[in-house]
Protein backbone atom coordinates (compact mmCIF):
# COMPACT_ATOMS: atom_id res chain seq x y z
CA UNK A 1 0.00 0.00 0.00
CA UNK A 2 1.23 3.53 -1.08
CA UNK A 3 1.00 6.09 1.62
CA UNK A 4 1.14 9.18 0.02
CA UNK A 5 -1.42 9.42 -3.18
CA UNK A 6 -1.78 11.50 -5.36
CA UNK A 7 -5.26 12.17 -6.59
CA UNK A 8 -7.29 13.57 -9.32
CA UNK A 9 -10.87 14.87 -8.93
CA UNK A 10 -13.34 14.90 -12.13
CA UNK A 11 -15.80 17.44 -12.04
CA UNK A 12 -16.44 21.31 -10.87
CA UNK A 13 -19.84 21.55 -8.52
CA UNK A 14 -20.95 21.45 -5.20
CA UNK A 15 -20.57 18.03 -4.32
CA UNK A 16 -16.94 18.01 -6.01
CA UNK A 17 -15.94 20.70 -3.83
CA UNK A 18 -17.33 18.90 -0.62
CA UNK A 19 -15.16 15.57 -2.17
CA UNK A 20 -12.34 17.98 -2.21
CA UNK A 21 -12.72 19.45 1.39
CA UNK A 22 -12.62 15.92 2.76
CA UNK A 23 -10.09 14.22 0.46
CA UNK A 24 -7.61 17.45 1.15
CA UNK A 25 -8.00 16.77 4.86
CA UNK A 26 -6.50 12.95 5.11
CA UNK A 27 -2.95 12.60 5.85
CA UNK A 28 -2.72 9.85 2.97
CA UNK A 29 -3.40 12.82 0.11
CA UNK A 30 -0.21 14.27 -0.58
CA UNK A 31 -1.61 16.16 -3.45
CA UNK A 32 -5.29 16.02 -5.35
CA UNK A 33 -5.88 18.32 -8.41
CA UNK A 34 -9.47 18.83 -9.33
CA UNK A 35 -10.21 19.14 -13.20
CA UNK A 36 -11.77 21.45 -14.17
CA UNK A 37 -12.50 22.39 -10.31
CA UNK A 38 -13.94 25.75 -9.52
CA UNK A 39 -13.30 28.65 -6.87
CA UNK A 40 -12.60 26.06 -4.25
CA UNK A 41 -9.41 25.76 -2.80
CA UNK A 42 -8.73 22.72 -1.44
CA UNK A 43 -6.76 21.44 -4.23
CA UNK A 44 -5.26 22.70 -7.56
CA UNK A 45 -7.39 23.01 -10.40
CA UNK A 46 -6.29 21.74 -13.85
CA UNK A 47 -8.39 22.96 -16.78
CA UNK A 48 -9.85 20.18 -18.46
CA UNK A 49 -12.97 18.97 -18.51
CA UNK A 50 -14.25 15.39 -16.85
CA UNK A 51 -14.93 14.19 -20.18
CA UNK A 52 -11.88 14.65 -22.28
CA UNK A 53 -10.71 10.75 -21.56
CA UNK A 54 -7.38 11.71 -23.51
CA UNK A 55 -6.51 14.70 -21.52
CA UNK A 56 -7.37 12.78 -18.69
CA UNK A 57 -5.11 9.95 -19.47
CA UNK A 58 -1.89 11.71 -20.42
CA UNK A 59 -2.29 14.13 -17.05
CA UNK A 60 -2.33 10.97 -15.14
CA UNK A 61 0.74 9.64 -16.62
CA UNK A 62 2.61 12.77 -16.70
CA UNK A 63 1.52 13.74 -13.05
CA UNK A 64 1.94 9.93 -11.46
CA UNK A 65 -1.77 10.23 -10.14
CA UNK A 66 -2.65 7.18 -8.21
CA UNK A 67 -6.62 7.38 -7.96
CA UNK A 68 -9.39 9.16 -9.64
CA UNK A 69 -12.86 10.20 -8.05
CA UNK A 70 -15.15 10.58 -10.45
CA UNK A 71 -17.86 13.10 -9.06
CA UNK A 72 -20.36 13.50 -12.22
CA UNK A 73 -22.28 10.79 -14.09
CA UNK A 74 -21.36 11.46 -17.28
CA UNK A 75 -17.79 10.35 -17.41
CA UNK A 76 -18.94 7.36 -15.37
CA UNK A 77 -21.98 6.47 -18.10
CA UNK A 78 -19.29 7.22 -21.61
CA UNK A 79 -17.03 4.49 -20.09
CA UNK A 80 -14.00 6.41 -18.17
CA UNK A 81 -13.33 3.47 -15.50
CA UNK A 82 -13.30 0.82 -18.44
CA UNK A 83 -10.80 3.66 -20.61
CA UNK A 84 -8.16 3.68 -17.62
CA UNK A 85 -8.65 0.07 -16.88
CA UNK A 86 -5.57 -0.20 -18.18
CA UNK A 87 -3.12 2.33 -16.66
CA UNK A 88 -1.44 1.69 -12.91
CA UNK A 89 -4.41 4.39 -11.30
CA UNK A 90 -7.47 3.33 -8.95
CA UNK A 91 -10.64 4.76 -10.84
CA UNK A 92 -13.46 5.37 -7.75
CA UNK A 93 -16.77 4.66 -9.91
CA UNK A 94 -18.21 1.79 -11.78
CA UNK A 95 -17.44 0.70 -15.59
CA UNK A 96 -20.03 1.52 -18.28
CA UNK A 97 -22.18 -1.93 -17.29
CA UNK A 98 -22.66 -0.14 -13.80
CA UNK A 99 -23.07 2.47 -14.63
CA UNK A 100 -26.05 1.61 -16.69
CA UNK A 101 -28.11 1.93 -13.44
CA UNK A 102 -28.46 5.45 -14.06
CA UNK A 103 -27.74 5.81 -17.72
CA UNK A 104 -30.45 3.80 -18.68
CA UNK A 105 -34.13 3.87 -16.33
CA UNK A 106 -34.94 0.70 -18.47
CA UNK A 107 -31.95 -0.77 -17.57
CA UNK A 108 -32.46 0.27 -13.69
CA UNK A 109 -35.76 -0.70 -13.58
CA UNK A 110 -35.43 -4.02 -15.40
CA UNK A 111 -32.47 -5.23 -12.83
CA UNK A 112 -35.09 -4.28 -9.90
CA UNK A 113 -37.20 -6.18 -11.25
CA UNK A 114 -35.51 -9.26 -11.76
CA UNK A 115 -34.05 -8.87 -8.32
CA UNK A 116 -37.14 -8.21 -6.42
CA UNK A 117 -36.30 -4.85 -5.54
CA UNK A 118 -39.20 -2.87 -4.27
CA UNK A 119 -39.97 0.10 -6.87
CA UNK A 120 -42.98 1.53 -8.61
CA UNK A 121 -45.19 -0.50 -11.51
CA UNK A 122 -43.45 0.19 -14.69
CA UNK A 123 -43.69 -0.30 -18.67
CA UNK A 124 -40.93 0.47 -20.74
CA UNK A 125 -42.33 1.83 -24.32
CA UNK A 126 -40.60 3.10 -27.71
CA UNK A 127 -41.85 3.99 -31.11
CA UNK A 128 -43.29 0.99 -31.97
CA UNK A 129 -45.42 -0.16 -28.70
CA UNK A 130 -46.80 3.56 -28.45
CA UNK A 131 -50.21 1.95 -28.85
CA UNK A 132 -49.31 -0.65 -25.71
CA UNK A 133 -48.42 2.24 -23.62
CA UNK A 134 -51.42 4.64 -23.52
CA UNK A 135 -53.42 1.29 -22.77
CA UNK A 136 -50.89 0.79 -20.00
CA UNK A 137 -51.27 4.52 -19.09
CA UNK A 138 -55.27 4.18 -19.23
CA UNK A 139 -55.12 1.13 -16.76
CA UNK A 140 -53.38 3.47 -14.20
CA UNK A 141 -54.90 6.36 -11.59
CA UNK A 142 -53.26 9.79 -12.03
CA UNK A 143 -51.01 11.56 -11.70
CA UNK A 144 -48.75 10.09 -14.58
CA UNK A 145 -44.76 9.56 -14.16
CA UNK A 146 -43.04 9.39 -17.12
CA UNK A 147 -39.23 8.78 -17.89
CA UNK A 148 -36.82 9.49 -20.80
CA UNK A 149 -34.49 6.35 -20.40
CA UNK A 150 -31.46 8.13 -21.16
CA UNK A 151 -29.37 10.89 -19.47
CA UNK A 152 -31.52 14.16 -19.92
CA UNK A 153 -29.55 16.38 -17.61
CA UNK A 154 -32.01 15.94 -14.37
CA UNK A 155 -34.95 17.05 -16.60
CA UNK A 156 -36.63 13.34 -18.27
CA UNK A 157 -39.01 13.28 -15.94
CA UNK A 158 -42.61 14.27 -16.26
CA UNK A 159 -45.20 14.11 -13.96
CA UNK A 160 -48.68 14.68 -15.42
CA UNK A 161 -51.80 15.26 -13.86
CA UNK A 162 -54.30 14.06 -16.29
CA UNK A 163 -54.84 10.90 -18.60
CA UNK A 164 -54.85 13.71 -21.84
CA UNK A 165 -51.65 15.25 -20.79
CA UNK A 166 -50.04 12.04 -20.28
CA UNK A 167 -50.81 10.67 -23.60
CA UNK A 168 -49.61 14.09 -25.38
CA UNK A 169 -46.48 13.85 -23.28
CA UNK A 170 -45.33 10.02 -24.29
CA UNK A 171 -46.23 10.79 -28.01
CA UNK A 172 -43.78 13.84 -27.47
CA UNK A 173 -41.07 12.24 -26.04
CA UNK A 174 -40.74 9.41 -28.20
CA UNK A 175 -40.92 11.83 -30.88
CA UNK A 176 -37.51 13.74 -29.13
CA UNK A 177 -38.28 15.73 -26.49
CA UNK A 178 -35.26 15.09 -24.79
CA UNK A 179 -33.55 13.82 -28.06
CA UNK A 180 -32.23 10.27 -27.87
CA UNK A 181 -32.85 10.24 -24.73
CA UNK A 182 -36.61 10.17 -24.48
CA UNK A 183 -36.72 7.67 -27.82
CA UNK A 184 -37.59 4.78 -24.76
CA UNK A 185 -39.95 5.78 -22.22
CA UNK A 186 -40.49 4.23 -18.79
CA UNK A 187 -44.18 4.76 -17.52
CA UNK A 188 -44.44 4.70 -14.03
CA UNK A 189 -46.85 4.52 -10.67
CA UNK A 190 -46.63 7.29 -9.15
CA UNK A 191 -45.58 6.61 -5.28
CA UNK A 192 -46.76 8.84 -3.11
CA UNK A 193 -44.41 9.20 0.29
CA UNK A 194 -41.07 11.35 1.75
CA UNK A 195 -37.94 11.15 -0.32
CA UNK A 196 -34.79 10.65 0.80
CA UNK A 197 -31.35 10.03 -0.58
CA UNK A 198 -28.76 6.66 0.66
CA UNK A 199 -25.15 6.43 -0.30
CA UNK A 200 -23.62 3.50 -0.13
CA UNK A 201 -20.20 2.91 -0.78
CA UNK A 202 -18.94 -0.50 -2.04
CA UNK A 203 -16.15 -2.20 -3.39
CA UNK A 204 -18.36 -4.61 -5.14
CA UNK A 205 -18.51 -7.39 -2.28
CA UNK A 206 -18.68 -5.18 0.84
CA UNK A 207 -20.47 -1.95 1.47
CA UNK A 208 -20.54 1.28 4.26
CA UNK A 209 -23.94 3.19 4.27
CA UNK A 210 -22.87 6.94 4.67
CA UNK A 211 -25.17 9.36 6.34
CA UNK A 212 -28.65 9.58 5.06
CA UNK A 213 -29.78 13.16 3.22
CA UNK A 214 -32.71 14.76 1.54
CA UNK A 215 -32.53 17.58 -1.04
CA UNK A 216 -35.06 20.17 -1.78
CA UNK A 217 -35.63 19.89 -5.88
CA UNK A 218 -37.58 22.63 -6.38
CA UNK A 219 -37.38 26.29 -6.92
CA UNK A 220 -40.20 27.54 -4.74
CA UNK A 221 -40.17 27.76 -1.08
CA UNK A 222 -43.13 24.45 -0.15
CA UNK A 223 -41.35 22.59 -2.66
CA UNK A 224 -43.09 24.36 -5.64
CA UNK A 225 -42.18 25.49 -9.59
CA UNK A 226 -39.58 23.95 -11.98
CA UNK A 227 -37.13 21.68 -10.83
CA UNK A 228 -33.57 22.64 -10.06
CA UNK A 229 -30.25 20.81 -9.67
CA UNK A 230 -30.71 20.90 -5.49
CA UNK A 231 -31.82 23.90 -3.47
CA UNK A 232 -30.03 22.34 -0.25
CA UNK A 233 -29.94 19.34 1.99
CA UNK A 234 -30.33 18.04 5.50
CA UNK A 235 -28.47 15.32 7.20
CA UNK A 236 -29.91 12.93 8.84
CA UNK A 237 -33.74 12.76 8.09
CA UNK A 238 -35.93 11.55 10.99
CA UNK A 239 -37.93 9.14 8.76
CA UNK A 240 -35.06 7.68 8.19
CA UNK A 241 -34.82 5.74 11.45
CA UNK A 242 -32.86 2.74 12.57
CA UNK A 243 -35.93 0.51 11.42
CA UNK A 244 -36.57 2.00 8.31
CA UNK A 245 -32.59 2.20 7.04
CA UNK A 246 -32.66 -1.73 8.30
CA UNK A 247 -35.21 -2.12 5.72
CA UNK A 248 -33.32 -0.41 3.16
CA UNK A 249 -30.06 -2.14 3.78
CA UNK A 250 -31.95 -6.18 3.51
CA UNK A 251 -34.49 -5.46 0.99
CA UNK A 252 -32.21 -2.82 -1.67
CA UNK A 253 -28.55 -2.19 -0.48
CA UNK A 254 -28.22 -5.97 -0.10
CA UNK A 255 -29.80 -7.43 -3.22
CA UNK A 256 -28.92 -4.65 -5.63
CA UNK A 257 -25.01 -5.52 -4.79
CA UNK A 258 -25.86 -9.30 -4.66
CA UNK A 259 -27.39 -8.64 -8.04
CA UNK A 260 -24.92 -6.95 -9.31
CA UNK A 261 -22.46 -9.66 -8.37
CA UNK A 262 -25.14 -12.24 -10.28
CA UNK A 263 -25.19 -10.77 -13.50
CA UNK A 264 -21.15 -10.32 -13.53
CA UNK A 265 -21.07 -6.79 -13.46
CA UNK A 266 -17.72 -5.26 -11.29
CA UNK A 267 -18.82 -2.01 -8.85
CA UNK A 268 -16.96 -0.16 -7.14
CA UNK A 269 -17.46 3.21 -6.27
CA UNK A 270 -20.65 4.87 -5.08
CA UNK A 271 -24.21 4.00 -5.49
CA UNK A 272 -27.15 6.70 -4.95
CA UNK A 273 -30.73 5.20 -4.27
CA UNK A 274 -33.18 8.16 -4.66
CA UNK A 275 -35.66 6.80 -2.18
CA UNK A 276 -39.52 7.20 -1.39
CA UNK A 277 -41.00 6.16 1.77
CA UNK A 278 -44.33 5.11 1.85
CA UNK A 279 -46.04 4.46 4.55
CA UNK A 280 -43.03 3.15 6.06
CA UNK A 281 -41.71 1.17 3.45
CA UNK A 282 -38.84 2.06 1.37
CA UNK A 283 -38.82 1.73 -2.50
CA UNK A 284 -36.19 2.64 -5.16
CA UNK A 285 -37.01 6.25 -7.17
CA UNK A 286 -33.74 6.23 -9.09
CA UNK A 287 -30.49 4.60 -8.76
CA UNK A 288 -27.38 7.59 -9.27
CA UNK A 289 -23.96 5.82 -9.59
CA UNK A 290 -22.43 8.59 -8.12
CA UNK A 291 -22.78 10.97 -5.07
CA UNK A 292 -25.50 13.69 -4.63
CA UNK A 293 -25.43 17.23 -5.10
CA UNK A 294 -25.98 19.22 -2.74
CA UNK A 295 -26.28 15.84 -0.28
CA UNK A 296 -22.60 15.35 -0.50
CA UNK A 297 -22.33 18.65 1.02
CA UNK A 298 -24.14 17.60 4.29
CA UNK A 299 -22.75 14.02 3.87
CA UNK A 300 -19.24 14.93 3.49
CA UNK A 301 -18.86 16.79 6.73
CA UNK A 302 -20.70 14.41 8.89
CA UNK A 303 -17.95 12.06 7.86
CA UNK A 304 -15.22 12.23 10.63
CA UNK A 305 -13.27 9.38 9.72
CA UNK A 306 -10.58 9.59 7.18
CA UNK A 307 -12.10 9.39 3.39
CA UNK A 308 -9.41 8.57 1.54
CA UNK A 309 -9.22 5.15 3.53
CA UNK A 310 -12.86 4.35 2.38
CA UNK A 311 -12.07 5.90 -0.95
CA UNK A 312 -8.94 3.13 -0.78
CA UNK A 313 -10.77 0.21 0.62
CA UNK A 314 -13.55 0.66 -2.65
CA UNK A 315 -10.60 0.59 -5.14
CA UNK A 316 -8.83 -2.28 -3.26
CA UNK A 317 -11.50 -4.19 -2.10
CA UNK A 318 -10.65 -4.10 1.41
CA UNK A 319 -13.79 -1.69 2.64
CA UNK A 320 -14.69 -4.32 5.35
CA UNK A 321 -11.26 -3.38 7.46
CA UNK A 322 -11.88 0.02 7.14
CA UNK A 323 -13.92 2.52 9.89
CA UNK A 324 -16.61 5.07 8.77
CA UNK A 325 -17.45 7.20 11.78
CA UNK A 326 -19.93 9.82 11.26
CA UNK A 327 -20.63 12.67 13.73
CA UNK A 328 -23.94 12.92 15.19
CA UNK A 329 -24.14 16.41 14.53
CA UNK A 330 -26.46 17.75 12.12
CA UNK A 331 -25.86 19.34 8.84
CA UNK A 332 -27.55 21.67 7.20
CA UNK A 333 -26.85 23.26 3.54
CA UNK A 334 -28.53 25.85 1.78
CA UNK A 335 -27.63 26.43 -1.82
CA UNK A 336 -27.48 30.33 -3.36
CA UNK A 337 -28.47 30.50 -6.82
CA UNK A 338 -28.12 32.99 -9.73
CA UNK A 339 -31.30 35.11 -10.21
CA UNK A 340 -33.70 33.31 -13.19
CA UNK A 341 -32.26 29.90 -12.28
CA UNK A 342 -33.47 26.93 -13.51
CA UNK A 343 -34.22 29.32 -16.25
CA UNK A 344 -32.10 32.09 -18.28
CA UNK A 345 -29.70 33.54 -15.91
CA UNK A 346 -26.29 35.88 -16.09
CA UNK A 347 -22.80 34.77 -14.83
CA UNK A 348 -20.03 36.70 -13.99
CA UNK A 349 -21.52 38.54 -10.87
CA UNK A 350 -19.08 39.52 -7.90
CA UNK A 351 -19.37 37.62 -4.73
CA UNK A 352 -19.02 39.68 -1.63
CA UNK A 353 -19.56 39.09 2.15
CA UNK A 354 -17.63 35.40 1.74
CA UNK A 355 -15.23 37.18 5.28
CA UNK A 356 -18.20 37.74 7.46
CA UNK A 357 -19.93 34.45 7.27
CA UNK A 358 -18.89 32.72 10.78
CA UNK A 359 -15.89 30.68 10.26
CA UNK A 360 -17.19 27.35 11.30
CA UNK A 361 -19.51 27.77 7.75
CA UNK A 362 -18.26 25.65 5.16
CA UNK A 363 -18.68 27.54 1.81
CA UNK A 364 -18.74 25.40 -0.73
CA UNK A 365 -18.22 26.87 -3.98
CA UNK A 366 -20.84 25.54 -6.78
CA UNK A 367 -20.83 27.52 -10.28
CA UNK A 368 -18.22 30.05 -8.65
CA UNK A 369 -14.91 30.72 -10.09
CA UNK A 370 -11.98 33.19 -9.44
CA UNK A 371 -11.26 35.64 -11.79
CA UNK A 372 -7.89 37.18 -13.07
CA UNK A 373 -7.94 39.55 -10.06
CA UNK A 374 -8.73 36.80 -7.22
CA UNK A 375 -12.43 37.93 -6.96
CA UNK A 376 -14.87 35.15 -6.37
CA UNK A 377 -17.39 35.20 -9.33
CA UNK A 378 -20.62 33.47 -10.53
CA UNK A 379 -20.35 31.16 -13.43
CA UNK A 380 -23.39 28.85 -13.22
CA UNK A 381 -27.20 28.58 -11.67
CA UNK A 382 -26.35 26.55 -8.61
CA UNK A 383 -23.34 29.20 -6.97
CA UNK A 384 -22.81 28.20 -3.45
CA UNK A 385 -23.58 26.12 -0.80
CA UNK A 386 -23.51 27.26 2.66
CA UNK A 387 -23.16 24.33 5.40
CA UNK A 388 -23.85 24.78 9.06
CA UNK A 389 -23.20 22.09 11.60
CA UNK A 390 -24.92 22.29 14.38
CA UNK A 391 -26.02 19.83 17.32
CA UNK A 392 -29.35 19.93 16.37
CA UNK A 393 -30.89 20.16 12.65
CA UNK A 394 -33.10 23.43 13.65
CA UNK A 395 -29.95 24.89 14.98
CA UNK A 396 -27.85 23.73 12.12
CA UNK A 397 -30.53 25.33 9.51
CA UNK A 398 -30.71 28.63 11.36
CA UNK A 399 -27.16 29.32 10.71
CA UNK A 400 -27.24 28.07 7.08
CA UNK A 401 -29.81 30.80 6.52
CA UNK A 402 -28.39 33.39 8.49
CA UNK A 403 -24.97 32.45 5.77
CA UNK A 404 -27.15 32.78 2.98
CA UNK A 405 -28.61 35.91 3.82
CA UNK A 406 -25.01 37.16 4.12
CA UNK A 407 -23.58 36.14 1.05
CA UNK A 408 -24.55 38.21 -1.95
CA UNK A 409 -24.46 39.08 -5.45
CA UNK A 410 -26.47 40.65 -7.72
CA UNK A 411 -30.06 38.40 -8.24
CA UNK A 412 -29.46 36.14 -5.53
CA UNK A 413 -31.74 33.93 -4.27
CA UNK A 414 -32.45 30.90 -1.89
CA UNK A 415 -34.86 28.68 -0.07
CA UNK A 416 -35.72 29.85 3.19
CA UNK A 417 -37.56 26.89 3.84
CA UNK A 418 -34.83 24.54 3.84
CA UNK A 419 -35.69 21.43 6.67
CA UNK A 420 -38.43 23.55 7.87
CA UNK A 421 -40.57 19.77 6.46
CA UNK A 422 -38.06 17.37 8.67
CA UNK A 423 -38.14 19.14 11.57
CA UNK A 424 -42.05 19.20 11.22
CA UNK A 425 -42.29 15.49 10.99
CA UNK A 426 -39.73 15.52 13.77
CA UNK A 427 -42.03 17.01 15.41
CA UNK A 428 -45.35 15.04 14.52
CA UNK A 429 -43.46 11.93 15.70
CA UNK A 430 -42.89 13.06 19.04
CA UNK A 431 -46.53 14.48 19.11
CA UNK A 432 -47.51 11.02 18.52
P1 LIG B 1 -35.56 11.59 -11.01
O1 LIG B 1 -35.04 12.46 -12.13
O2 LIG B 1 -35.71 10.16 -11.34
O3 LIG B 1 -34.83 11.90 -9.74
O4 LIG B 1 -37.02 12.11 -10.70
C1 LIG B 1 -37.25 13.44 -10.39
C2 LIG B 1 -38.27 13.52 -9.30
O5 LIG B 1 -39.53 13.05 -9.77
C3 LIG B 1 -38.00 12.65 -8.10
O6 LIG B 1 -37.10 13.22 -7.21
C4 LIG B 1 -39.37 12.50 -7.51
O7 LIG B 1 -39.69 13.66 -6.75
C5 LIG B 1 -40.24 12.46 -8.71
N1 LIG B 1 -40.58 11.06 -9.06
C6 LIG B 1 -39.87 10.25 -9.84
N2 LIG B 1 -40.47 9.04 -9.94
C7 LIG B 1 -41.58 9.10 -9.20
C8 LIG B 1 -42.63 8.18 -8.88
N3 LIG B 1 -42.65 6.95 -9.38
N4 LIG B 1 -43.60 8.60 -8.06
C9 LIG B 1 -43.59 9.85 -7.56
N5 LIG B 1 -42.66 10.76 -7.81
C10 LIG B 1 -41.65 10.42 -8.62
N1 LIG C 1 -29.66 15.74 -5.54
C1 LIG C 1 -29.99 14.84 -6.56
C2 LIG C 1 -28.88 14.46 -7.44
O1 LIG C 1 -27.72 14.69 -7.21
O2 LIG C 1 -29.15 13.86 -8.46
Do not use: H
Not at 39 to 58: C, H, M, R, S, Y
Not at 405 to 430: M, N, S
Amino acid sequence: MKENLNILLLGSGGREAALARSIAASPRCTKLFCAPGNAANWGQNVPFNPTDFGKIELFITANDIDMVVVGPELPLVNGIADRLADLPVKVIGPGKEGARLEGSKEFAKEFMFRNLIPTARFMTVTGETLDEGISFLESMEPPYVLKADGLAAGKGVLILGNLDEARTALRDMLEGLFGDASNTVVIEQYLSGRECSVFVATDGEDYKILPVAKDYKRIGEGDTGPNTGGMGAVSPVCFADADFMEKVEKRIVEPTLRGLQQEGIPYKGFIFLGLMEVAGEPYVIEYNVRMGDPETEVVMPRISSDFVEILEGIADSTLGLKKLTVTPEAAVTVMLVSGGYPGAYQKGKVITGLDKVAPDIIKFPAGAVRDAEGNVITSGGRVMALTAMAPTIEEAARRAKEAAATVDFDGKYYRRDIADDVLRFAAEQEGK
